[in-house]
């Protein structure tokens, strides 16, 4: 028996150290991607949202290729392709639909609007993970949508359509998240990204066909480094999903939201509304909630060998 607190001391550090990694991946892609909205924004000015997807994912896939050499081709091996394929249909309409809010919105309220994705994860979390969420979170996931109102204003003489599409972006990549933590259950953080970007290829490439023009100039240098910063982001943000409940981890990738405020300001003289942000003040809060009180569940199963057995196996 002597030996059982020694046992639960070990695991709580390996589980904090663990939650310190996955924290530290979420916030590098944070950085990650909103420098990618950047580039974004600046393809724009000659491309069109479908085009500037495709070659992100193209440039992605590229800069993703030293991980399938590194592994070898038996890191393909999977029995779960098929839900790569929905997961990446799933993302791929998402993508789309947030690339072309990045272009016809406010930099900063594209991007804020995106950061009601971990509302719709917790909701989903509890629906397919199994999550406990108890009726303080439940608050706060209210209280973020009542942010994301504040932003969008339906009905009132400013409202404007496109933030309708940043929000379809956004529940589906809720959607994506989820898939993504199931996957990371059995397949490994290197494999995802590698399916992801590969499969992404060609199901952005259909759409971009129709708007095609070829870039030129400054144009290919925007369009390679959203690519770079993409599959960038998509690694930390797997290798942090890895190590962490999805709706724990997504609210800290907030941080995006004033970096691309920052650089939305420097680049393209933007200002952030009052009305955004007062919403983003908001959503931030539920967000942070919410990740209060999931580290508060996590500590307490760590810390308890009979609380939960199954943490120890971790």
């Known amino acids: 028996m002597s030996g059982l607190p020694d046992t639960i001391t070990s695991s709580g550090q390996r589980a904090r150290s663990e939650l310190l990694k996955a924290v530290g991946y979420m916030v590098c ?80 309220k594209a991007v804020t609007i995106s950061y009601s994705t971990p509302l719709f994860v917790t909701i989903l979390a509890v629906l397919f993970l199994g999550e406990m969420v108890r009726l303080r979170r439940w608050t706060a996931v209210g209280l973020g949508f009542i942010g994301v109102l504040v932003i969008m204003r339906p009905g009132a003489d400013t409202f404007d359509g496109n933030t309708l599409v940043a929000l379809t972006a956004a529940v589906l990549s809720a959607i994506v998240a989820i898939s993504i933590k199931v996957l990371s259950r059995t397949e490994k953080p290197d494999a995802i ?16 066909l129709f708007v095609w023009t070829w870039p030129t100039g400054w144009t290919w240098a925007w369009i390679v480094a959203a690519g770079f910063f993409g599959t960038a982001g998509h690694m930390f943000w797997t290798r942090a999903l890895k190590r962490g409940d999805a709706s724990m981890l997504t609210p800290i990738s907030f941080m995006q939201v004033p970096i691309v405020a920052v650089l939305a300001w420097w680049l393209f003289d933007e200002t952030v509304t009052a009305w955004t942000a007062v919403g983003a003040a908001i959503i931030f809060v539920a967000n942070a909630y919410i990740a209060h009180r999931e ?13 939960s057995p199954e943490t120890q196996k971790r």
């Open 295 to 307: 580290a508060q569940v996590a500590s307490r199963a760590v810390t308890d060998a009979e609380i």
């Open 29 to 108: 892609s944070a950085a990650m991607f909103a420098c990618m909205a950047v580039m974004i924004r600046l393809a724009s000015s000659q491309l069109h949202a479908f085009e500037i997807a495709f070659f992100r994912n193209f440039f992605g896939f590229v800069f993703a290729l030293p991980l399938l050499m590194h592994h070898g081709m038996g890191i393909l091996k999977t029995d779960k392709l098929s839900l790569y394929v929905g997961r990446c249909l799933i993302g791929i309409v998402s993508m789309l639909c947030g690339f072309y809010a990045i272009v016809h919105l406010p930099l900063a």
């Open 193 to 208: 990204v590698l399916w992801t970007t590969m499969l992404w290829v060609p199901l952005s490439l259909v759409p971009a």
